[in-house]
């Protein structure tokens, strides 16, 4: 049985007059213990989709349609009080900047406690002994004396460590992790990460990897996610995304890698940027930055397709490879 | 903390210093002594025996020294009208102004936060809209004007409260007297409480308001609620301290003008309070009871404006009291 | 230089209604009322002495007889005052005009002087920065903790002890603006100063540095024009408050004497009288004055909604 299903999830924001559409009846599947990433630019609908699994969207936004299976229940229709349960128990996330998500005025001890108790009958002496546990799982030095301090007191990958052990606290099913590296200093980021990895993998825990880097999704997860203006366009596993991308714009993504370009040469870019929510195209929302654009991608938009192994949203799919797609034909 | 303390009790000095000079320079330039002494009819020569006698030739730095010198030890001078020390005036009339204000201050606490927080959760309820409205009509309201819609409506048309005066008071020690022992007394303390608090409240509840929504925002917040904290913790523990950091500065500051709003609260009820003395005074160009009310004034600004500050470190854990006094 | 920096004036209008801001104004109908109450307050102030059937400083034309009489709508009127007289035989209509006319005037006059103190401050502090700049903020701090209108009472009861009531009402609207106007810098100066900082680490201050404008033009033609909407809102706010601070002093006695009343004297003369049942010389200008301020007041909240600045907290 897979941990989390998700099937033809939309959401939407509700504007002065009319409303826009931030997801687009995305679907994906999770198995027990395995690692997703999600990758996109900025805007392409990954933080939404974090905070949907949650069902902690903040207005204007809300789920519009859509099934989200956590562990056989749909987490869509589940009244408040036993999401609560869910969250931070069943379901933990990472947010972006541990710098913010903290709260300032409550020691890393309070903040802990707090999240063991609201799920656990437990004295605060027994939350305490869990949480040195769990914070010395996560590398921190002397865990009985960061209790007592408060955030700021902390540096930046310290207190994203703090946010991880909170994370494991109550040994969830599945992290969510949004962007967990970004806001942190570069040399950092691979602790966190590997950390991330190996917590991960000790524990047999699911984790969706939220993230902009192709880099960090290959290192880190199994199965893969390109997300583009609130649509999946292409999904399967990691290796074969990194090593044959069938979207254009995945194939955009990966020759842009620095890894992927000769000392000398220029950086190629995919040109054009994202269009907005409230603008995006008709047809393929990729077709006015795409460098096989067909008439039919202007109005008519693409089914997800299995080719090549992975699943694919793209008309011109078979452009190179017309004998392998009468292969697959026959 | 010591460092700091030691710090911010140099400024308070420093203020006190700049007031006391102000102070000086009124009690110099406002009103003849000698007239009040010995009155027109005395000849010109007595009148310079009597100013080196009373030290009014020494130069303006030795009569400043002699005044501060004074004040330190509690001599403000003596009232020409009450031909008392115009400290003992005045301390006899803290105790009315002190019960209004501690009055006002309940009303204003007690009622800013709950309605505050209320309508920073619930901000589309109708009864947060009608607060809101409320709450916009009470700050263009001068304290004054609603102090005298009081007295009319509670007073003169339906007779329900006494429109002047402290009432029946209770001695408690020294020169306090109180109002919260009999009926009587509250019955008068009521409405000058309720008309002192009139426009400090509105503001409160629509600062506290805008606060808390910020917070309620915020990433910590989002982040408490994805920890699966219940509402009401996140709203109590996680909002409403942040919120009330910033409040508690706006606070501090808001004393000032709460004393201020006294005079005005006095005048109109006849509160036996230091504002309401502070204007015969002026109508009777009492100097050395105008210079002891600003330096007492100045006084109570400043120790609570210090200790405002200081309390805001103590509950501002991001504030570090030791390294601000380096 | 000059025909690349300002449009030319009728597109100006336009773009001001087709503006967010504009939009928003269209669809807020207590903005729009607002404005409307605001304007005929304004308007009818300013032709005060056309609007008015009275001259209430013309000592020959009021007489003591006709002291008290009520409103026409109450039993005991006269025909020729429509909104009754007050202690002293006065139009009540007519003393009100001219009182509103002065209230108005003192808290706009008062607000163009705040403004201009603390638009300089700040932006001399934020632009020099150093030691000039934390001596100008600690000043700022110091100033805000005293309340303006204590500041205010003490100064004003000072004054007037000093130079007798006589000179001193003379003089009154002076004091007033000058006292309302110096007490409350602090407000813009911090406002502006924290545009300043951030403004000046963009890059257009630095290009204009490099061509060689002085700072006094950058500060005027660059900077300034960034904190506008900030101190639009504030103002509106003071002038509110400037206001009330005006009527206060007034009612104290320290401020307009009662033979040229603001809003303030007016309603001082009248608590006198309310006990023997003649309510309306305070109600009716009370009712004015808090309509006054009440519509500022929504002005400026409606403001700080669609033009959402930065403000300087706490």
């Known amino acids: 049985m897979s941990l989390l299903s998700v099937r033809d999830l939309s959401v939407k924001f509700a504007m002065r007059d009319n409303t826009v559409t931030a997801l687009n009846q995305i679907s994906f599947d999770l198995a027990k213990g395995e690692r997703l990433g999600i990758v996109g630019e900025s805007g392409a609908g990954k933080s939404i989709t974090g905070f949907a699994l949650m069902n902690l969207l903040s207005r204007p936004g809300f789920i519009d349609s859509g099934k989200i299976m956590f562990l056989g229940d749909d987490i869509v229709q589940m009244p408040e009080a036993k999401m609560r349960n869910i969250r931070g128990n069943k379901m933990a996330m990472i947010f972006q900047d541990p710098m913010v998500t903290l709260n300032p005025v409550l020691t890393i001890g309070q903040q802990m406690v707090e999240t063991l108790m609201a799920h656990r009958k437990l004295s605060k002496a027994e939350a305490e002994q869990i949480a040195i546990v769990k914070l010395r799982e996560v590398y921190i030095p002397s865990p009985e004396d960061r209790l007592e301090q408060y955030p700021h007191e902390l540096s930046g990958g310290m207190r994203q460590r703090i946010v991880i052990a909170i994370a494991l606290l109550l040994d969830p099913q599945l992290i969510i992790a949004d962007e967990p590296t970004t806001a942190l200093d570069v040399t950092i980021q691979a602790d966190i990460m590997e950390l991330l990895l190996e917590l991960c993998q000790s524990n047999k825990v699911g984790l969706i990897l939220i993230t902009h880097d192709l880099g960090v999704v290959s290192q880190m997860t199994e199965r893969t996610l390109v997300m583009y203006a609130g649509r999946i366009i292409e999904a399967g596993r990691t290796r074969e995304i990194i090593n044959d991308p069938q979207h254009p714009y995945t194939q955009g993504l990966i020759n842009a890698l620095p890894q992927q370009t000769k000392p000398g040469q220029r950086l190629k870019q995919i040109p054009g940027s994202m269009p907005s929510l409230t603008a995006i195209p008709k047809g393929c929302p990729f077709s006015p930055r795409c460098e096989f654009v067909k008439d039919r991608c202007h109005t008519e938009a693409p089914e997800t397709v299995q080719y090549a192994n992975v699943e694919v949203a793209c008309h011109e799919v078979n452009r190179l490879h017309t004998d392998k797609a009468e292969e697959i034909k026959a | ?326 | 230089m000059s025909s690349l920096s300002t449009p030319t004036e009728p597109s100006r209008w336009s773009r001001v209604w087709n503006s967010n801001i504009g939009y928003s104004f269209r669809r807020n109908p207590v903005a729009i009322v607002s404005l409307m109450i605001f304007l005929l307050i304004a308007i009818m102030s300013i032709f005060a002495p056309l609007i008015a059937p009275f001259d209430p400083y013309d000592l020959g034309q009021i007489d003591i007889m006709n002291s008290e009489y009520p409103p026409l709508w109450v039993d005991g009127s006269d025909a020729q005052f429509i909104l009754g007289t007050d202690d002293q035989g006065r139009d009540l209509w007519s003393t009100i005009l001219y009182g509103t006319r002065l209230s108005l005037l003192i808290g706009i006059c008062a607000v163009v002087l705040q403004a201009f103190l603390g638009i300089s401050i700040g932006l001399i502090a934020g632009y020099v920065g150093g030691r000039t700049d934390s001596l100008l903020m600690r000043l700022a701090d110091i100033q805000l903790s005293f309340s303006t209108l204590m500041v205010a009472i003490i100064f004003l009861a000072v004054t007037q002890a000093m130079f007798g009531s006589e000179t001193f009402n003379q003089y009154a609207i002076y004091f007033l603006i000058a006292v309302i106007g110096v007490a409350e810098w602090p407000q813009y100066a911090r406002t502006v100063r924290a545009t300043v900082l951030a403004e000046k680490k963009k890059e257009y201050v630095d290009s204009a540095r490099v061509l060689g404008f002085g700072p006094g033009r950058i500060m005027v033609r660059h900077i300034l024009p960034n904190s506008l909407s900030p101190i639009f809102v504030i103002s509106t706010v003071q002038v509110a408050n400037a206001i009330i601070s005006e009527a206060s002093l007034s009612f104290l006695g320290l401020g307009m004497p009662p033979s040229q009343p603001s809003l303030g004297s007016l309603i001082s003369s009248g608590f006198d009288y309310i006990f023997s049942g003649s309510w309306w010389i305070t109600a009716i200008p009370g009712i004015v004055l808090v309509v006054l301020v009440l519509v500022i007041n929504l002005l400026g909240d409606w403001l700080r909604d669609a033009l959402n600045p930065k403000l300087y907290k706490g």
């Open chain 2, 1 to 326: 903390m010591f460092a700091y303390l030691v710090k911010r009790v140099f400024q308070a000095i420093a203020v006190m210093f700049v007031i006391s000079l102000i102070g000086f320079a009124i009690q110099d330039n406002l009103g003849d002594p000698l007239r009040e002494l010995v009155g027109q009819s005395v000849s010109e020569e007595v009148r310079q025996e009597l100013r080196d006698e009373l030290g009014l030739n020494d130069s303006f730095l030795t009569q400043y020294l002699r005044f501060a010198g004074n004040a330190l030890q509690g001599d403000l001078g003596t009232s020409y009208f009450f031909k008392e020390p115009a400290l003992d005036v005045i301390l006899k009339k803290l105790p009315a102004t002190m019960e209004l204000v501690l009055g006002a201050t309940i009303i204003i606490i007690g009622l800013s936060i709950p309605v505050g927080v209320y309508t920073a959760i619930y901000p589309n309820t109708i009864l947060s809209r009608i607060v809101m409205g409320v709450s916009i009509i009470g700050i263009s309201i001068p304290v004054f004007l609603t102090a005298i819609l009081m007295i009319f409506v509670f007073s003169v048309e339906y007779g329900w409260f006494p429109s002047y005066g402290r009432g029946e008071i209770v001695h408690v020690f020294g020169p306090w007297e109180t109002n919260f022992a009999t009926v009587d007394g509250w019955m008068h303390i009521l409405l000058p409480s309720v008309a002192l608090a009139s426009i400090m409240l509105p503001l409160f509840v629509r600062l506290i308001r805008a606060e808390m929504m910020e917070v309620l925002q915020s990433e910590y917040v989002k982040y408490a609620k994805a920890k699966g904290i219940r509402p009401w913790r996140i709203y109590f523990v996680h909002a409403l301290k942040n919120t009330l950091l910033p409040v508690i500065t706006v606070g501090g500051v808001q004393i000032g003008t709460m004393v201020a709003y006294t005079i005005l609260t006095e005048t109109v009820f006849q509160w036996p309070g230091m504002g309401f003395m502070f204007l015969e005074a002026v109508n009777r160009v009492d100097t050395p009871l105008i210079v002891a009310y600003l330096i007492v004034v100045g006084f109570i600004f400043v120790v609570t404006n210090t200790i405002v500050d200081l309390i805001y470190g103590l509950v501002n854990p991001t504030v570090n009291l030791a390294r601000m006094g380096a």
